[in-house]
């Protein structure tokens, strides 16, 4: 999609957000390079704070290349919000019931007609102690497989100085100014995944790639090296329910 089609509604949006990004943040931006010209294709990115959205959005609008969003689709009954999702063209995503399926097939007809469909891959904000890339589910790497479009890993950082995930005091930290740190990666290579049944196996096996990715993306960006495990929450939840069982039978 070029710059000339990303339409009123999204320009609209870059109007609102724009000048108080500018305001805030600085900017340290890289891998531009790596957003493919035309055709579509697939970002995944890491989560970290509930800003960091426009941080990544501001970037890619920059590129011409606008991503379509998967958002909680209670956000589309939102006074002026979902207006404006609903505007952008960004894909509802209705979680425990059965229209989810209908998220990941719109992902998938976006993809097919020339469009960026952005992914956060960890499926909420992460709960890493450090605040680096979870495990990832699976739908990136089902989309990725299907399509057989390109899937650029972004790592950003900055937006968590601002507003760190899950902060219940200091829950705002503008100044002094934060740097909304971006980049982009070269394409991760799925190849080996063509053609194969997708499994649960397989599947797990191409979000690893595409985690691995965005994770040494991150190590870049913080001059600093991740776990050799990312945390897993479902781990740590079964782990937490069995402490609870434990304590419960004393």
């Not at 089609?5 to 724009?18: C, P, S």
């Not at 020339?114 to 102690?129: H, K, N, Q």
């Not at 057989?148 to 950082?157: K, L, M, N, T």
């Not at 219940?168 to 934060?178: L, T, V």
Request: with cysteine.
């Amino acid at each position: 999609m070029s710059r000339r089609r990303i339409g009123f509604w999204y320009r609209l949006a870059a109007v609102i957000a724009k000048p108080p990004l500018l305001l805030l943040f600085k900017r340290d931006w890289r891998g531009m390079e790596h957003i493919p010209a035309d055709g579509g294709f697939i970002t995944a990115i890491n989560h970290n704070s509930y800003l960091d959205m426009f941080s990544y959005g501001h970037f890619q609008y920059n590129t011409g290349r606008v991503p379509r969003f998967l958002a909680k689709a209670a956000l589309f009954k939102a006074p002026g919000v979902g207006l404006m999702l609903r505007g952008t063209g960004q894909i509802p995503v209705y979680r425990e019931s059965s229209n989810a399926v209908g998220a990941f097939r719109a992902a998938v007809a976006a993809v097919e007609r020339g469009e960026c469909v952005a992914f956060y891959p960890e499926g909420t904000l992460t709960r890493d102690p450090g605040t680096w890339p979870m495990t990832g589910k699976t739908g990136v790497a089902r989309a990725a497989l299907q399509t057989r479009a390109p899937v650029i890993p972004v790592a950003q950082w900055g937006a968590n100085l601002a507003m760190p995930p899950y902060a219940k005091e200091h829950r705002f930290s503008f100044f002094p100014r934060k740097t909304l740190q971006v980049q982009a990666g070269p394409p991760v290579d799925l190849d080996r995944f063509y053609g194969k049944e997708p499994t649960p196996e397989v599947l797990r096996e191409a979000t690893e790639e595409i985690m691995a990715a965005i994770t040494v993306l991150l190590e870049e960006i913080r001059g600093e090296s991740a776990p050799a495990k990312p945390y897993d929450l479902r781990e740590a939840r079964a782990e937490q329910r069995r402490k609870a069982a434990g304590e419960g039978a004393k």
